[in-house]
């Protein structure tokens, strides 16, 4: 009995000595990772236009806002081309996950959705490539998993400051635990993380006016997290009540949410366009579509996949002919795009499916 106490009590030991030794090195390696913030220099190179894109989590396209919720999303379309956008129809994407639509849009090479996609989207080819041209990338970035490596500036707004359950590393452990229950629930439950959620939002637009004014060339990605849920926004920017925050059910919680980021990407897009020394490209896309929810209670709503799969898609390119742009481009072929016409690369575009 007493060796079988003491074989137990060494596994214990080691066990608690494994997570400690995990958090630990979490914690070394989030120091040494932690990439440069504040002014930055302008960057060497020949260089070209600022390229800004803008990653709405969960938007969906024209045609399924009006399929899905019966909405006509053609004034935000109309404004965009009345600044000189070009807008696409019918764009669609075959990846209903932000970490494989992300790999395959910052990878034209080509990424097709085999293997694990974050090590392509810490490590992609845009990044290597614009870098190599002189430019500075800077990072908006939903969470940690998928930081680009090669970021000069990121901005990060973690939810970890509010609980340990928003934090990725301490989160997995308890969703492996008898505990698993208590990070969603407590998540779910907390009246003061709607405004935590939404500042994960606002810090994109309150931080935009000074990268903006900040030397180029310059590369700026935003991982916008809206209109996914939670739902925390109204269409005028006010507050969701938190027992609404999860509900598909009600096509409304979504619509105004949709709604909000709508008119926010408006203002920010004719602020760069006005306060930009030079014409930049500007790109503005989903992820995926809106894919629903198969959310706990009376909260679930289903979408067939086709419709999960359209997407919203809209480049601003200065100075080159949009009309040569297949109408239905999807948005794996931005970056193909943009480096066809202002870098002189040959990347053959994907066909619209």
Same mark, same amino acid.
């Given at each position: ?7 137990? *009590? ?17 914690? *070394? ?15 060497? *190179?020949?260089?070209?236009?600022? &390229? @800004? ?81 002189? @430019? ?36 997995? +452990? ?7 229950? +208590? ?12 405004? /935590? ?35 925390? /926004?109204?269409?005028?920017?006010? %507050? ?14 979504? +619509? ?25 490209? &500007?790109? &503005? ?19 067939? %996949? ?5 997407? /919203? ?27 066809? +016409?202002?870098? *002189? ?9």
């Amino acid at each position: 009995m007493v060796e079988e106490n003491a074989a137990l *009590g060494l596994a214990v030991l080691v066990l608690v000595a494994w997570n400690l030794g995990g958090i630990l090195l979490y914690h *070394g390696r989030s120091l040494w990772e932690h990439p440069r913030q504040g002014n930055m220099v302008a960057a060497t *190179g020949a260089g070209g236009p600022d &390229i @800004y894109c803008f990653i709405l989590d969960e938007y969906a396209g024209l045609e399924a806002a009006r399929s899905l919720f019966c909405y006509d999303n053609s004034a935000f379309a109309d404004k965009l081309r009345q600044m000189g956008f070009f807008v696409a129809r019918d764009s669609r994407s075959p990846f209903l996950k932000t970490e494989y639509a992300l790999a395959a849009l910052l990878n034209p090479g080509g990424y097709d959705g085999r293997g694990g996609p974050f090590p392509g989207i810490r490590r992609n080819e845009v990044v290597s490539f614009l870098k190599r041209r002189g @430019y500075r990338v800077v990072e908006f970035a939903a969470g940690p998993a998928m930081f680009m490596e090669g970021a000069d500036q990121r901005h990060h707004y973690s939810l970890a400051r509010v609980s340990i359950f928003f934090n990725d590393f301490y989160r997995t +452990l308890f969703e492996r635990s008898l505990l698993c229950f +208590l990070p969603e629930r407590w998540s779910r439950q907390q009246s003061g993380v709607t405004h /935590f959620y939404q500042e994960r939002v606002l810090q994109v637009f309150r931080t935009m006016p000074a990268v903006v004014k900040s030397p180029g060339p310059k590369f700026v990605f935003a991982h916008v997290y809206c209109p996914h849920e939670p739902f925390v /926004f109204t269409a005028r920017g006010g %507050t969701v009540p938190r027992e609404r925050a999860w509900d598909h059910s009600d096509p409304r919680n979504y +619509l105004q949410q949709y709604i909000f980021i709508s008119n926010k990407m408006l203002a920010v897009a004719a602020a760069i366009l006005a306060d930009s020394p030079r014409p930049p490209v &500007i790109i &503005i896309q989903s992820d995926h579509g809106y894919r629903g929810s198969r959310g706990r209670k009376n909260w679930k709503r289903t979408v067939a %996949t086709a419709e999960a799969q359209k997407t /919203f898609n809209a480049l601003y390119l200065p100075e080159k002919p949009l009309e040569a742009i297949d109408p239905s481009l999807s948005p794996l072929n931005n970056f193909r795009l943009v480096f066809n +016409l202002y870098f *002189g690369t040959t990347y053959p575009l994907l066909p619209s499916f």
